[in-house]
């Protein structure tokens, strides 16, 4: 038996292409938070090691703001925590 987000989801393709969406925004800006507290680094000295403002970080910290981030400042920002973005085929 499926549960109800089971049937949402394989029932109806737009909104399986819309949950995984937003649920890499949030896992990406999850990775962000978690990286930022493991390593006790603050939003202002990010934004200073990656060469962008405060505001920048706190955007991607943010699932609902993280989107309108251009990719060369995600990667700065990416880089500054000591990671780099690998693309595999899926």
């Given at each position: ?32 938070i978690q990286k930022m507290e493991e390593e006790n680094v603050s939003v202002r000295s990010l934004a200073q090691k990656a060469d962008v403002s405060p505001t920048v970080i706190q ?32």
């Amino acid at each position: 038996m499926k549960s109800t987000f089971d049937q949402f989801i394989t029932d109806n393709p737009e909104q399986k292409k819309l949950f995984d969406k937003e649920y890499e925004e949030f896992l990406l800006s999850e990775f962000i938070i978690q990286k930022m507290e493991e390593e006790n680094v603050s939003v202002r000295s990010l934004a200073q090691k990656a060469d962008v403002s405060p505001t920048v970080i706190q955007k991607l910290r943010n699932t609902e703001t993280a989107e309108k981030i251009n990719y060369k400042t995600f990667i700065a920002v990416i880089n500054s925590l000591g990671y780099k973005v690998k693309l595999e085929k899926i």
